[in-house]
Each structure stands twice: as structure tokens, then as C-alpha cells.
Antibody, heavy 121, light 106 residues
Framework: EVQLVESGGGLVQPGGSLRLSCAASGFTFSNYAMHWVRQAPGKGLQYVSAISSNGGSTYYANSVKGRFTISRDSSKNTLYLQMGSLRDEDMAVYYCARVVVVADAEWFDPWGQGTLVTVSS | DIQMTQSPSSLSASVGDRVTITCRAS??????LNWYQQKPGKAPKLLIYGASSLQGGVPSRFSGSGSGTDFTLTISSLQPEDFATYYCQQSFSTPRTFGQGTKVEI
């Protein structure tokens, strides 16, 4: 079964740091690009960051650029999101998602169950 | 960034109703459009990819259409388990932006 399991969320003070992990199983992790998407309480989905299958290319939303770092360890089948200088507006459930590409079409499937990051003093 | 706008933001419907949700892109995205369903407290689930292709295991009452800038998701006969929030997403360019969501309520 293809599965993604996030961990690492929790309560952090403004200005603090946190590292999220996304453990992948059931597929060849090194063959797929991966993304992080977040959802603030009661809000919609916001694209956060992406990394290519070999880790050579990364992308960040403007709102997190310079503060967050995406990485992956194929020996551990794990995706990471290192978050720093956290702000109130970073509080959200963070989802990791696998990118599936067939011909020209691309979509996110599956998604992990999400991990909650709470930013509060 | 490509902006995705869904309408309506919410709707009320009854079991058995035909429901249509619209998604409009700020520029042409060909058929690079996906639809996801999200239930409270759960992760989004892929319904439709490539504007009109049904993901495996998704009931045939769901269908998608459109190309260019205008897209629709149709539920032909709403079932109790379909009450959820639906999001469109473009995969034409990075960032892969989402619509703001459409909440389907009883």
C-alpha cells in the first residue's frame, strides 16, 4: 500500500524552528517528486514547497522562501521540511504529497494524514 | 502565479441532486486541472485528473470537463458521503495553485 506518514508537528513559539518529516512506503521513493501543502485552520489549501525526485531542484512559495528548507533522504524514504523564523501565519496542518506524472498530466496522490503546527507564545 | 477561482464558495443540496462546481483559471492551463475532495479532519483525496479523467475507485457519478480557463466538476446524483469540500488545482505551472474550495452542505 502506498502510504505517507507525517510527523514532527507541535507547539512552537513565534520565531522558533521545527522540522517536519514525511515517511514514505509502498513505492520507490526516489522516483517521485514530492510536495508540502498546508492548510490553516478553517482555510483552504496553500502550496508550500516542492522537491524533485533526485533532490536537485526545489521550489518555495514566496511566503516561506528564506525561512523553510525542503530536503529528502532516499536511504530513509523520508521527506523533510525544516521550518525557521516561524510566524503566526505559519500555523496550519502540513501535508506531504507524492506527485504522479503520466504523459503530460500531473497530480498529487496520495497525501499524508497531516501534522499540525501551532505557533503561539 | 496562476489564480484559480471556484464558484460557488458553498452550496446547499439534497441527496439525489445534480451538483455543478466551477473553476476558472486566470490564464489558459490547457487540461492541466485536477479536482480533490476533502472531508473534515481528513487529507484531500484525488477525484479527477487531467480535467476529465476519473481516478481509480472514484464513483462514476463524479465527472469533470473543460479546458483552457473554464472547468466544471459535476456530481450527477449527490450521495450522503459526498458532503465535503472540493478543490480544483492547476498543474500547468509552478506553483501548483489551488482554488479556494467549495463546501457542499446538506
Amino acid at each position: 500500500e502506498v502510504q505517507l506518514v507525517e510527523s514532527g508537528g507541535g507547539l512552537v513559539q513565534p520565531g522558533g524552528s521545527l522540522r517536519l518529516s514525511c515517511a514514505a512506503s509502498g513505492f520507490t521513493f526516489s522516483n517521485y517528486a514530492m510536495h508540502w501543502v498546508r492548510q490553516a485552520p478553517g482555510k483552504g489549501l496553500q502550496y508550500v514547497s516542492a522537491i524533485s525526485s533526485n533532490g536537485g531542484s526545489t521550489y518555495y512559495a514566496n511566503s516561506v522562501k528564506g525561512r523553510f528548507t525542503i530536503s529528502r533522504d532516499s536511504s530513509k524514504n523520508t521527506l523533510y521540511l525544516q521550518m525557521g523564523s516561524l510566524r503566526d501565519e505559519d500555523m496550519a496542518v502540513y501535508y506531504c504529497a507524492r506527485v504522479v506524472v503520466v504523459a503530460d498530466a500531473e497530480w498529487f496522490d496520495p497525501w499524508g494524514q497531516g501534522t499540525l503546527v501551532t505557533v503561539s507564545s | 502565479d496562476i489564480q484559480m477561482t471556484q464558484s460557488p464558495s458553498s452550496l446547499s443540496a439534497s441527496v439525489g441532486d445534480r451538483v455543478t462546481i466551477t473553476c476558472r483559471a486566470s490564464q489558459s492551463i490547457s487540461s492541466y486541472l485536477n479536482w480533490y475532495q476533502q472531508k473534515p479532519g481528513k487529507a484531500p483525496k484525488l477525484l479527477i485528473y487531467g480535467a476529465s479523467s476519473l481516478q481509480g475507485g472514484v464513483p462514476s457519478r463524479f465527472s469533470g470537463s473543460g479546458s483552457g480557463t473554464d472547468f466544471t466538476l459535476t456530481i450527477s446524483s449527490l450521495q450522503p458521503e459526498d458532503f465535503a469540500t472540493y478543490y480544483c488545482q492547476q498543474s500547468f505551472s509552478t506553483p501548483r495553485t489551488f482554488g479556494q474550495g467549495t463546501k457542499v452542505e446538506i
